[in-house]
């Protein structure tokens, strides 16, 4: 049996065929696509049935794929399997056991807790896990009738309504806010597609302005482009942060996620131009920043320049005070030098004079 394992850890799918179930451990034999096996408790799993695949010594005994047109839905756990791998043990919400044929029953099962990363990855899309309702609750077969579906009030609609004018008129579209289909586990039909509360409001303003962008989507199941829708939408509600240093946080996150929505055909090239220009702003508000810090440096070497200028002018002051004061000196040092040459010729005057008088006498 071909199944589909939805891994919390990166939130990607993997493609794997379940082998063999143990029935000491009552879990499943899976072996992925890249030959990688597991042994998984598909009650505690979060998986979608793909079909069924012939194996090695099976023949053509092998029971034909899910019938995906199943109309009426019920509750239930997978309780076990039976070891030819055609039929599983049902536990519905009465307590009534009820044995499964894979040929003719459409699963998917809500896994409730996360776990380690194994396989190859065959979607890259991101899958949260159903809603927070699950915690609480035993992973659940659910089959939904889309003929005859409820329309009941939901205080989780309704919050997301709160905000459906504020997200519409973001995206530049007008929005009604008419009441959707509720589906089982709290989540929101929008046109076909089951998405969390919160991102109805975000999947009707994208339908609203670019159509169904899950038309030439790669994968066929409803569950899986509801998924991948509610990627799309949660990426819309953080693009519209206006937190600027929050959205750069995760942009590498949302670049993935837009690129594995690329991948799976989801028309999302409106969503990527988006990205661009928040890349550009980005660019600009980074230049902006240096250009600032350059300011700021700069305003700081004019002023550390203006002080020292100050200081130099007052050493100059000083300078040219000490300056006279030597000059003063040397020119009252030569009026001394000046005044002792004087004195020395009136001395040897006078001693002359005083030696001719000598003279006379004799």
């Known amino acids: 049996m071909k199944v589909l394992i939805v891994k919390h850890i990166f939130c990607r799918f993997y493609e794997g065929v379940i082998t063999s179930f143990n029935h000491s451990k009552m879990k499943h034999q899976v072996v992925y696509v890249d030959g990688d096996e597991e042994l998984l408790d598909l009650k505690n799993e979060r998986w979608e049935l793909m079909g069924d695949v012939i194996l090695p010594g099976q023949g053509q005994d092998t029971v034909p794929g899910p019938n995906v047109s199943a109309d009426v839905f019920s509750d239930g756990v997978v309780d076990s399997s039976g070891p030819a791998r055609k039929k599983h043990v049902v ?65 989780q609609n309704e919050e997301g309504e709160k905000c459906l004018m504020e997200i519409s008129s973001t995206l530049g579209t007008p929005m009604s806010t008419g009441q959707d289909a509720v589906a089982l586990n709290g989540m929101i039909d929008v046109q076909g597609y089951s ?64 690129s594995d929505a690329e991948k799976a055909k989801l028309k999302v090239s409106w969503l ?61 040092l030569k009026l001394v030098s000046q005044k002792i040459n004087n004195d020395v010729l009136e001395s040897v005057t006078e001693e002359n004079l005083l030696r001719r008088k000598l003279d006379e006498l004799l």
Request: hydrophobic share 30%; glycine share 4%; net charge positive.
């Open 91 to 155: 536990l519905d919400n009465g307590g009534t056991e009820t044995i499964l044929s894979t040929s003719k029953e459409s699963q998917k099962l809500v896994r409730s807790k996360p776990r380690r990363n194994r396989g190859k990855s065959t979607d890259t899309g991101n899958l949260d896990a159903s809603s927070k309702t699950h915690e609480q609750h035993p992973p659940t077969v659910t089959q939904m009738d889309t003929h005859n579906m409820s329309n009941p009030q939901s205080s």
């Open 195 to 258: 998405v969390k509360p919160s991102n109805a409001p975000v999947l009707r303003a994208i339908f609203a302005k670019y159509g169904d962008i899950a038309t030439n989507c790669l994968y066929k199941s409803s569950s899986v482009r509801a998924s991948l829708l509610d990627v799309v939408c949660s990426v819309v509600q953080r693009l519209l942060t206006n937190d600027n240093t929050v959205l750069m946080s995760y942009i590498e996150a949302i670049e993935s996620e837009v």
């Open 272 to 332: 990527r131009k988006h990205l661009t220009k928040v890349h550009e702003i980005e660019a600009v508000g980074h230049r902006s920043s240096l250009l600032k810090e350059a300011k700021t440096r700069s305003s700081l070497a004019i002023k550390m320049a203006t002080k020292d200028l100050e200081q130099k002018r007052v050493d100059l002051v000083e300078a040219q005070e000490q300056f006279r004061q030597a000059e003063r000196c040397v020119e009252a």
